[in-house]
């Protein structure tokens, strides 16, 4: 496991935003873990994340003109992302949209640059894919092209059938996901943590019944 996603995966533990217990899932699972990216929620928090966001993207050697950031978890990180990449020498402008178009003032439902060339969506995770569909659409409809999606955490999973909702996004749009994290990255940094292995039975269970390669 590489050192950023080492770095990312203790700071998310150390900001309470990736937490171990019993949660449900939308799919009715009752998952040892939870992340919530909402709970980056000032701006030393999500500075750092943007920055673990702009490292993975970089790392990745995908091409990409621009960002998009579906409303509305996806807005700030589109925001603090491009001033991330700037801070790299990669000046890049961003885009985000609104959930109900605006009738007034500057109108419509876009709101930065134009979306424009390959754009690289940026969101927190992918559940059910329903984002990533949406945000494809209007990126075409305005006659551009999507060059992949960004997250923060690949929780590598099934989703109804036998891939997981990552797999299935890569596989139906022909573009890569692009996580700074996935479970297999979790569960190698809970060995050998004194204060956190109590969970790494359960975590390794749960990816052992509903996991995917």
């Known amino acids: 496991m590489s050192s950023s996603r080492t770095d990312f995966i203790a700071f998310a533990v150390q900001q309470d935003v990736l937490r171990f217990g019993e949660f449900q899932t939308k799919a009715g699972r009752l998952s040892p873990y939870f992340f919530n990216a909402g709970l980056f929620h000032d701006g030393r928090s999500i500075g750092a994340l943007a920055k673990f966001y702009a490292e993975a993207v970089i790392a990745s050697g995908v091409t990409f003109d621009m960002l998009f950031g579906p409303a509305y978890k996806g807005i700030s990180l589109a925001a603090t992302t491009a001033v991330a990449l700037a801070e ?121 019944e509903y996991g995917v390669a």
Do not use: W
Not at 98 to 117: D, Q, V, Y
Not at 123 to 146: F, H, K, N, W
Not at 177 to 202: C, Y
């Open 88 to 208: 790299n020498g990669r000046n890049v402008p961003f885009c985000f949209n609104r959930k109900e178009a605006k009738a007034h003032g500057e109108g419509g439902s876009l709101i930065g640059a134009p979306l424009r060339g390959k754009v690289m969506i940026i969101d927190d995770v992918i559940s059910a894919g329903t984002s990533v569909r949406e945000s494809v659409e209007l990126i075409r409809a305005q006659g551009a092209e999507p060059a992949g999606v960004l997250i923060a955490l690949d929780r590598q999973e099934r989703g109804q059938g036998t891939m997981s909702a990552v797999q299935e996004v890569e596989k139906q749009y022909g573009i890569p996901v692009i996580p700074i994290a996935k479970l297999t990255d979790l569960i190698a940094f809970l060995h050998g943590k004194a204060e956190l292995e109590r969970n790494l039975q359960a975590v390794e269970r749960y990816r052992a």
